[in-house]
């Protein structure tokens, strides 16, 4: 299992202490999968966010001319990194399909246990939905940054 010190030296913990951090990874599930392996599919119901602990993914979002019928990649995932955490916010649908690019470590956060940290850590459960916040973001400046970056032509 991924240490306490690992998960601290991830944006989305960022900040917790020791303590709160062993109180959260008890109620965060891990799980693997195999390289090609599909994690999440775009338009499912979800309800958890998930750390990759080991390994790296591509997010993929459905478009007509995408030769994958997953859709075409927008985006790779390293160790660190967070997904689901839309679901976590809005509460609608996967917004993009997550495969596994090689065999993938994850740890997986449920909305119920973030309700959890909620009701018993409100200071931990406030920095880690401000550590979110921070990430999404960082992924609208990015996004902003592509948009202008795409040619005139391409745009119309």
Wanted: with cysteine; net charge negative; glycine share 8%.
């Amino acid at each position: 299992m991924e240490t306490v010190r690992f998960l601290q030296e991830q944006p989305l913990f960022g900040g917790v202490g020791d303590a709160a951090m062993r109180a959260i990874m008890q109620l965060m599930r891990p799980q693997e999968f195999t390289a090609g392996e599909v994690i999440v599919h775009e338009g499912q119901e979800g309800d958890s966010l998930f750390v990759i602990c080991n390994g790296e993914v591509e997010v993929l979002k459905s478009c007509p001319a995408a030769v994958d019928p997953l859709g075409k990649r927008i985006a790779l995932l390293r160790v660190g990194d967070v997904f689901g955490e839309m679901e976590l916010i809005d509460m609608e649908y996967r917004s993009a399909s997550i495969r596994a690019l090689e065999p993938v470590r994850l740890l997986a956060l449920d909305n119920g246990s973030l309700f959890q940290i909620h009701e018993s850590d409100l200071p931990t459960f406030t920095l880690i939905v401000m550590n979110l916040a921070r990430e999404l973001s960082r992924r609208l400046r990015r996004l902003d940054e592509l948009a202008v970056a795409v040619p005139a032509a391409a745009a119309d």
